[in-house]
């Protein structure tokens, strides 16, 4: 176990010229064990350009690396990536939904543009449905804003328990008063 963390730390630090490209080809050629290492590594080293290869990762067969790509989209991914994230998250199988989800999170707290990063997640929302459509709601809930308040006051209604659920436990988590009454109405 010394021997892999001192591996590690060597592949998240070594400089070079053509580190980060073979890093990258790592994550297309390897064995899947030597592509977990190269995900790790390239999340390590903040390589925005391997996300490409990531995605190909996260929707690819093997569920490991896909969980562990989607951690490393989340990490790095930044506003232009966020649509073809929500699009894995609505297209994602259930062992990998909550790591989609958890990286759609990661990028909306970090962009800049949060009314830009909630439409992107906004428009995935018709194409969810039941658990994937909670995620989703999850997602939109960690932008306060009118449209997602809207968004997960219709989930409400949705015939779903699921959904109806992730949108009250959303609107539970609210930021301030605005859902008061509706959770009020939830509750008689």
């Not at 070079?16 to 994550?27: C, N, R, V």
């Not at 062992?95 to 990063?117: G, L, Q, Y």
């Not at 997602?148 to 992730?166: G, N």
């Amino acid at each position: 176990a010394p021997t892999k963390t001192t591996a590690r730390k060597a592949l998240a630090t070594l400089r070079g010229f053509g580190i980060d490209e073979a890093l990258t080809a790592s994550l297309k050629t390897g064995s899947p064990q030597m592509k977990r290492e190269a995900i790790r590594a390239t999340a390590a080293r903040n390589l925005v350009a391997a996300i490409p290869a990531l995605f190909e990762l996260a929707a690819g067969p093997d569920d490991a690396l896909r969980i562990e790509a989607l951690g490393a989209v989340g990490q790095l991914g930044r506003a232009a990536e966020l649509a073809a994230l929500m699009n894995l998250l609505v297209s994602a199988p259930a062992f990998s939904r909550e790591a989609a989800e958890t990286a759609a999170i990661a990028i909306v707290e970090r962009v800049p543009d949060k009314t830009s990063a909630l439409e992107t997640a906004l428009q995935s929302l018709p194409r969810a449905q039941g658990e994937t459509k909670g995620a989703v709601l999850r997602v939109i809930s960690h932008v306060p804003e009118e449209s997602s308040l809207r968004a997960l006051r219709d989930a409400l209604a949705d015939t779903d328990p699921a959904v109806r659920d992730a949108a009250i436990r959303c609107l539970a988590d609210w930021p301030n008063a605005a859902p008061m009454r509706d959770l009020l109405t939830v509750a008689r």
